[in-house]
């Protein structure tokens, strides 16, 4: 990666230069299009209605109330799947929906490492891991969850470390061997 980074700053030093302008206008946050600026306006918005938010689909209606005096942008999603779901349907959706998060994460780990499984389930595994785990990194900066082809994908690979579980007996005694 270093590597990687060098030979764009030897080669295209403009490409450089354009994501380091990109990062420090979003870091001062004055922007209104920054993720800072949406972010404080879903704070207000979750501030204001926190248990049932403002309804599905309505944060685009809901935004011009909240967003930082001067700013004319309108936003459907606030780039942060957390800070959106409790802007749709409030605090306690958020809570379940890091629930679901954390029962997965440590449905995984349990398996990956469990000592008696072979090698083929437990790749399966961590392969659904490290996607799962890109996935909830790009969902702090965008609103991934919200996008249904990429929601999808997630829960077809939440589906696909299941079917790596059921591939793997764990006791003799199931319902095939009676």
Known sequence: MAG???CIWFFVPGILSRHINEMETELKGT???SRFAIWRSAGR???DNPVFGVGPGNIGRAYPDYRDPGSNRVYTHVHNDILNIACHT???SVL??????AAIFWKIR???TDRSINALPKSVAAGVLLASVV???TSLYE???DDLEIRILLISLWGLFYAAMAYVKRKPKTADYI
């Not at 379940?96 to 998060?101: D, R, S």
Request: charged share 5%; glycine share 12%.
């Open 4 to 6: 990687l980074l060098i």
């Open 31 to 33: 922007y209104a299009g």
């Open 135 to 137: 996935f909830w990194v």
């Open 45 to 47: 918005m979750i501030e």
């Open 110 to 112: 349990k398996f990956i």
């Open 90 to 92: 409030g605090i306690p």
């Open 143 to 145: 609103a991934s969850f």
């Open 96 to 101: 379940l929906y890091l629930g679901i998060w």
